[in-house]
């Protein structure tokens, strides 16, 4: 288990972009493989990006491919989302997430972060 603090949401119009931080404690934050989840007022919480161990391997929900990137930095306990040409439709609350296996599935995800908004203006 691990504890995870997002920042970086905010406001932001339309073919804007936005850096999200997931910041997390202790020094055991390579053995976690991280991802990135949202959830719009009244659906259900969707996959996003996801990033291996190594920082390696990433994975990008459909939606978002080619729009948004997904890094860590080991070393400071730390992944990243970077959002560019934001849309409407990206309106969410945004959670870090991790778990100790290897996947994309929401439900095996053990740790979660309190979200951060993230609104774009039309």
């Known amino acids: 288990q691990v504890q995870l603090v997002e920042t970086g949401g905010g406001l932001v119009q339309a073919g804007g972009s936005l850096r999200l931080s997931c910041a997390a404690s202790?020094?055991?934050?390579?053995?976690?493989?991280m991802g990135w989840f949202r959830q719009a007022p009244g659906k259900e919480r969707e996959f996003v990006a996801a990033?291996?161990?190594?920082?390696?391997?990433?994975f990008y929900a459909d939606s978002v491919k080619g729009r948004f990137t997904i890094s860590r930095d080991n070393a400071k306990n730390t992944v990243y989302l970077e959002m560019n040409s934001l849309k409407p439709e990206d309106t969410a609350v945004y959670y870090c997430a991790a778990t100790r296996l290897t996947t994309i599935q929401l439900r095996e995800y053990d740790s979660w972060g309190q979200g951060t908004q993230v609104t774009v203006s039309s």
């Open positions: 990033i291996s161990r190594s920082g390696g391997g990433t």
């Open positions: 202790g020094r055991t934050f390579s053995i976690y493989f």
